[in-house]
Nanobody, 126 residues
């Protein structure tokens, strides 16, 4: 069974940085896509970033371009989301999810993803 576990959230001041981790296990294929999503109170889930682990292809929401970076530790099957220059509007529960990269079309749309980890809360204070 595919399992994903997100961690690294916490309380940070505006302008600060946080690095989230997503540990993936039990994948039965060599290539997969990892997406980071977030959901703020009262808002819909929003796609933040995408990484196809075999090619390194990435994608970002316009709201985080230049501030967030997605990357992978190839040896440990961990995907990171480095979040810099954080703003109060980045406050949300962040989730990682996995998808088949060969069928995915909309990389930042939640419906494309089969597997989801539990969320980790990031709170940015002003």
């Amino acid at each position: 069974e595919v399992q994903l576990q997100a961690s690294g959230g916490g309380l940070v001041q505006a302008g600060g940085s946080v690095r989230l981790s997503c540990v993936a296990s039990s994948f039965d294929r060599d290539a997969y896509g990892i997406g980071w999503f977030r959901q703020a109170p009262g808002k819909e889930r929003e796609g933040v970033s995408f990484l196809e682990v075999s090619t390194g292809t990435t994608d970002y929401a316009d709201s985080v371009k230049g501030r967030f970076t997605i990357s992978r530790d190839n040896d440990r099957d961990i995907v990171y989301l480095q979040m810099n220059s954080l703003k109060p509007e980045d406050t949300a529960v962040y989730y990682c999810a996995a998808a088949n990269p060969w069928t995915i079309v909309e990389k930042l749309e939640a419906y494309e993803y089969e597997y989801w980890g539990q969320g980790t809360l990031v709170t940015v204070s002003s």
